[in-house]
């Protein structure tokens, strides 16, 4: 195998795993609006994060963060 083939298999290899994630945060997304419909999701390299839509001052990251923080202010 060249180094072109590599490297395209390589870009297919991310390009997959990419598209798993976005299914996934759509998943995750729509499961959390269910619950909290005021939020939307935000990535950053690191984690997703939530954001009320009326309010956007206010992140929360992670369902704990949402139960603990989001609920306590409701």
Request: glycine share 2%; with cysteine; proline share 3%.
């Amino acid at each position: 195998m060249d180094f072109e083939e590599k490297l395209n298999k390589a870009y297919r290899k991310y390009w997959n795993a990419h598209h798993r994630a976005e299914n996934a945060l759509d998943k995750i997304t729509l499961l959390i609006q269910t619950q909290y419909p005021n939020l939307e999701a935000s990535v950053t390299s690191e984690e997703i994060i939530f954001i009320e839509k009326d309010n956007p001052c206010n992140e929360y990251y992670g369902f704990d963060d949402i139960k603990a923080r989001y609920e306590s202010n409701r």
